[in-house]
């Protein structure tokens, strides 16, 4: 399905009122007006177009931009449309080799009746963007069950595929200069209580490109998307404009809710579509259950401070600090948030203590005269948050 513009939402666009053009991002402007189908109605030069293609190309949104250009009846100058010209053929390259590759896999995983369900890539493409060359792709994120997962890591050896670093919830494996993510769950599960058997059961067979294979609810999918977006800490457009889409999902019926189990990660889908409604907001669908004014208005801060954030700076990080009060405050309050974070709050210490330690840990835990391997383990932790908090600061405060 291949969505028109949609007349926008209440939520006010934050390019038009909070942000000062000459402060966006170079190419940025340009970059907003296509993203959502509008024609660029100023004069453009030459090297705002080619900022413009840049941007996009960096911030993951090409596919969608040389799209929506295609529909407007902009005026380019010919050097402009040769450049367009290569990256539109590049681009159906890469779909179709990444096409290929995911309709290999899905056999492979229904012959072995392995059930899988392929996250983002040409499947979420061809599902919300509406055609697999219209979102990039770097990689294939294939999701199974618990259950199943040794099974599938046996079937991706015998696929030539070699084993790759792991955590939690997935594991990469590469073969060549193609990476597939085996997933067991969408995300950390320390993290985010996005309760995967439920999700499972929630899911309907589906097919791409006619092979049988399995998707999420409309309001799963909406929640994985956004906590994809938590995980990059909004910042590429590309993450964005996946929520954006993805809010036609939900749009369809205003009696729609989110499961019980994953109640709890309505403040993620709030924060996604108040962000993807004031960066695009003629691509987002009206979604009632998104708009509960109390969770609106407590998220209203952050929303805003990640979307200034988003059009005007570029590479920024938010600091270790900032990272767990952005995480505290999208967790429900109460004795929830307390369990989460006392939860999050052992799996570093646990790691900090079986992590191998080193000259620059006993440096650190002589400043208190600790010289013991067992002393030096228990404060290195606090060494590794300083080292972050150091290296990765993002430029702004988030709201309270």
């Known amino acids: 399905m291949r969505y028109g513009i949609a ?9 038009d009122n909070d942000l000062i053009a000459p402060e966006l991002r170079p190419g940025m402007r340009c970059v907003l ?10 004069p453009v030069e030459e090297a705002e177009w080619e900022a413009a293609l840049t941007l996009a190309t960096k911030e ?3 596919p969608w931009l040389l799209s929506q250009l295609e529909e407007t009846s902009a005026s380019i100058d010919p050097y402009i449309q040769a450049l367009l010209h290569d990256a539109q053929r590049q681009n159906s390259i890469e779909a179709f080799f990444w096409c290929g590759e995911l309709k290999g896999l899905l056999t492979a995983f229904h012959v072995e009746d392995l059930p899988v369900i ?15 060359k219209m979102r990039t792709c770097r990689d294939l994120d294939l999701l199974v069950h618990g259950h199943d997962f040794a099974r599938a890591q046996i079937l991706l050896g015998r696929l030539g595929f070699v084993a790759g670093e792991s955590n939690d919830f997935h594991q990469r494996w590469i073969r060549g200069a193609m990476m597939v993510e085996l997933h067991r769950d969408v995300a950390d599960p320390h993290l985010f209580d996005f309760d995967i058997e439920g999700a499972w059961r929630q899911a309907r067979p589906t097919t791409f490109h006619g092979i049988p294979t399995w998707q999420f609810s409309p309001e799963d999918e909406y929640l994985f998307l956004c906590i994809h977006a938590v995980r990059e800490e909004f910042g590429r457009l590309g993450v964005v404009l996946d929520v954006a889409l993805a809010t036609h999902l939900l749009g369809g019926s205003t009696e729609r809710r989110f499961r019980p189990e994953v109640e709890r990660l309505c403040r993620h889908g709030v924060l996604g579509y108040s962000i993807a409604t004031q960066c695009i907001p003629q691509l987002c669908a009206q979604v009632p259950l998104l708009e509960d004014p109390k969770v609106v208005h407590a998220l209203g801060p952050v929303a805003k401070d990640f979307t200034n954030s988003l059009l005007t700076e570029s590479d920024t990080y938010l600091s270790w600090v900032g990272r767990q009060r952005f995480h505290v405050q999208l967790e429900t309050p109460g004795l929830y948030r307390l369990r989460r974070r006392c939860i999050h709050l052992w799996k570093m210490f646990r790691h900090g203590l079986g992590a191998d330690i080193s000259e620059p840990d006993f440096a650190f835990a002589g400043q208190w005269g600790f010289t013991r391997p067992w002393q030096v383990r228990v404060v290195r932790p606090f060494r590794v948050a300083q080292a972050i908090r150091l290296h990765r600061v993002r430029p702004f405060k988030l709201g309270r």
């Open 118 to 132: 392929p996250l983002k890539g040409p499947a979420l493409a061809e599902r919300v963007y509406g055609g697999v």
């Open 60 to 62: 993951r949104v090409l």
């Open 33 to 42: 007006t296509v993203l959502g189908g509008q024609a660029v109605d100023w």
């Open 7 to 15: 007349d926008p939402p209440t939520t006010t666009c934050m390019a």
